[in-house]
């Protein structure tokens, strides 16, 4: 058991440090961030709380940006704050921690037009939204290894782009339950509207594969080149669902 004097050295060291921290500027968060490969523009403000016209990194660009400090966090060797921020056509805000090699998110909130979304991913959509809820989201390397939320997507056009004529759009979600780090992580895939009825699975494996497989077949008001498209797919079966299976690195 620690004695007196112990305990009150520790709570005046703790509290020297918090003021030092209440007291810095935003800049110090800055040089921080540039250390981790982040670049922190025109910050303001103090460490503890602060904003800034942008950050950016990697694919991920933020606007208008504020965040608290979480100072605990630093006594643990760790940069984690609570962020708000915009995008374009959309907004970001959550709680996250820092680290070298790795973004780790909580009660994450987004939502973004698909035609800013779609190059992450290798799909060039002029439509659409994409949203997401994630309890938990950890990126390593800037690969998701962990999650638990859930990412929707709606009104994506199902039409090749360039085609002709419209062959429909589709509302999907991507369901995660994995709480804990892996190689792989696996989500469920569901439509919830749109003229696809959907069902399958999304694997995805560190440093950038994915798996995508499952069954669809079209809604009673889908158009005709949308049935088309999935006869190319492959053959329904007998309740009409075309099996299909893709496979790729982004």
């Known amino acids: 058991m620690l004695r007196r004097p112990t305990l009150l050295v520790a709570a005046a060291s703790l509290a020297f440090l918090l003021g030092l921290v209440w007291q810095a500027p935003a800049d110090l968060l800055g040089r921080a961030s540039a250390a981790l490969g982040w670049q922190l523009i025109d910050p303001s403000g103090r ?3 602060g904003r800034a016209a942008a950050l950016r990194g990697g694919p991920l660009a933020l606007q208008d940006l504020r ?8 006594l643990r060797g760790r940069l984690a704050l609570a962020l708000e921020a915009g ?3 959309g907004f970001l805000r959550g709680r996250v921690a820092i680290g070298r090699d790795r973004l ?13 979304a779609g190059p992450w991913v290798g799909m060039p959509v002029a439509e659409g939204d994409a949203s997401l809820r ?3 989201l950890l990126l390593i390397d800037g690969w998701p290894r962990a999650a638990v939320g859930e990412l929707r997507l709606a009104g994506v056009p199902l039409g090749l782009p360039g085609s002709a004529g419209d062959a429909g759009h589709g509302d999907f979600r991507l369901s995660f339950s994995q709480a804990e780090p892996a190689e792989r992580l696996s989500a469920e895939l569901r439509d919830f509207g749109g003229d696809l009825e959907l069902s399958g699975q999304l694997q995805l494996e560190a440093p950038n594969r994915y798996l995508l497989s499952g069954r669809v077949r079209a809604r009673a008001q889908a158009p005709d080149s949308l049935r088309q498209g999935l006869a190319l797919v492959g053959p329904a079966d007998r309740d009409g669902r075309h099996e299909f299976s893709f496979s790729g690195s982004l």
């Open 104 to 116: 780790a998110f909580r009660d994450l909130e987004a939502a973004v037009p698909l035609a800013l």
């Open 134 to 136: 994630f309890d938990y």
């Open 47 to 49: 460490l503890w709380a």
């Open 87 to 89: 995008l374009p056509g």
């Open 67 to 74: 965040w608290e400090l979480q100072p605990l966090a630093l």
